[in-house]
Nanobody, 122 residues
């Protein structure tokens, strides 16, 4: 049973930082590609970044390159999204998702967490 649970969201001022966590089953962590998505009010869910299960090159959307970092702690069965230099446009619900495919479209991900809210004020 695949389980993904996000945490760490909150409210910060522009320029601040947050670290999100996604607790996953060990099987999910070692067999699925895990990605971060976000969805702003009234907008489509968009890709943020992905870390392959086999620890290949981590990929990020251009909008967050240089500001966000994805990492993994196998012992804790957890992946992280470290967010720095946050901007108001980063506001949204952040989701952890898993797929057997290395791809960006949200529709290709069958496994999802419940999401955690991130609000960045100006």
């Amino acid at each position: 049973q695949v389980q993904l649970v996000e945490s760490g969201g909150g409210s910060v001022q522009a320029g601040g930082s947050l670290r999100l966590s996604c607790k996953a089953s060990e099987r999910a962590l070692s067999t699925l590609n895990l990605a971060w998505f976000r969805q702003a009010p009234g907008k489509e869910r968009e890709f943020v970044g992905i870390i392959p299960w086999y620890d290949s090159t981590i990929a990020y959307d251009d909008s967050v390159k240089g500001r966000f970092t994805i990492s993994k702690d196998n012992a804790k069965s957890t992946i992280y999204l470290q967010m720095t230099s946050l901007r108001p446009e980063d506001t949204g619900v952040y989701y952890c998702a898993g797929s057997t495919s290395l791809t960006r479209p949200a529709a290709a991900y069958p496994y999802w967490g419940q999401g955690t809210q991130v609000t960045v004020s100006s």
